[in-house]
């Protein structure tokens, strides 16, 4: 039995707690907050677990193996270390950490005690992201040739990050597990008009083979808007998030590129075929995640987003940042 501990119990907090609680061979011993009213929402909603203020209840516990790291980024370097140099697992929401100078002493604490250190990157167990997986492994898509992610709404906006760091671990996590190869280069571009950090951004991201990503996050948009779109050589692959029924669409369409002599030295041909839409698990994906970490723990097993995967997130998020201070400056990775 793996015996976890969570810091954190705010937005988020009651997610993790809820699916970890449901997860076998785990068991949730002891919640805290610095938050009063947030530790009367554990009582009331999980009545069976200890709840507590002080940290040291949690990282120091000897009767917790794991501890879930709930909190803003700017504490999660912190946090972590105290855990690992106690001996606990690490799970820690996204982003990983405030840079990747934070993430790399993690990551080292972890390998050097041997302890899991896993990255809170939920989309990366959706049926959707895991189907798009598989479609281009399969080489269903043929040669991939870009990768475009639209993620906008109205809030929240956040205190301590921009918009690129509240929203863009989501896309940047999936994209790196979707095409498979390290990034290039990152351009960024954004506006901070109504508050001190970006609110809106566009982040260009550069991979091998001439694949090309791009993401759009706005926490001032009037409609929510979760859509990718995937281009490849022989199909196209739409995932609309808010459909409840076909998230995911497979189209075959595209350009065939030929030259001829004549009137025109290139001569574009247009497909337009079928479009399907693929069954998916419809398990939930932060069940799964959660199920992972201690499946990771009790077997041994490397986790799918382990510290090294935050690191390349964290990494490009940096990246962003700097390209965003030269407005747009190309940014080698």
């Known amino acids: 039995m793996i015996r976890v501990g969570i810091v954190g119990y705010g937005y988020w907090g009651p997610n993790i707690a809820r699916n970890f609680e449901r997860v076998e061979g ?3 011993v002891r919640i805290c907050d610095s938050n009063p009213d947030a530790l009367e929402r554990v009582r009331k909603s999980l009545p069976g677990i200890d709840t507590s203020t002080e940290l040291s209840a949690v990282v ?13 980024v700017s504490t999660h370097f912190e946090l972590a270390r105290q855990a690992l140099e106690n001996g606990k697992h690490v799970f820690v929401e996204k982003p990983f950490t405030s840079n990747s100078d934070q993430a790399l002493r993690l990551i080292e604490i972890a390998e050097r005690k041997n302890l899991k250190l896993m990255i ?4 990366l167990f959706t049926g959707a992201v895991r189907k798009i997986k598989q ?16 993620r906008v709404n109205l809030g929240l906006f956040q205190h301590d990050v921009n918009v690129i760091w509240d929203l863009a671990p989501h896309d940047i996590s999936i994209m790196n ?14 506006g901070n008009h109504v508050c001190e950090h970006e609110y809106v951004a566009y982040v260009t991201i550069y ?3 001439n694949v090309i990503a791009h993401v759009n996050v706005n926490w001032l948009s009037p409609v929510k808007v979760r859509t990718t779109l995937l281009g490849g050589e022989k199909k196209m692959v739409v995932w609309n998030d808010l459909d409840a029924d076909e998230k995911v ?6 350009v065939e590129i030929g ?6 030295d290139l001569l574009v041909s247009y497909r337009s075929g079928d479009m399907w839409s693929p069954k998916l698990d419809p398990t939930e994906a932060l069940k799964l995640e959660t199920q992972e970490f201690i499946d990771c723990i009790q077997y041994g097993t490397k986790p799918l987003n382990d510290g090294w995967a935050g690191y390349t997130v964290v990494q490009m998020l940096e990246a962003a940042d700097k390209s965003l201070k030269n407005r747009g400056g190309l940014i080698y990775m």
Do not use: M, W
């Open 26 to 28: 785990c068991r949730v």
């Open 207 to 209: 991979f091998p083979d």
């Open 60 to 72: 120091k516990a000897p009767d917790i193996d794991a501890v879930a790291i709930v909190t803003p």
């Open 120 to 123: 809170d990157h939920t989309f």
């Open 259 to 264: 030259n001829r002599l004549g009137v025109y």
């Open 177 to 190: 597990y979707v095409i498979g190869q390290k990034p290039e280069a990152v351009v960024a571009t954004g």
């Open 249 to 254: 669409k497979v189209y075959d369409k595209g």
């Open 135 to 150: 479609l281009v492994e399969e080489g269903v898509l043929g040669k991939l040739y870009y990768y475009d992610s639209t």
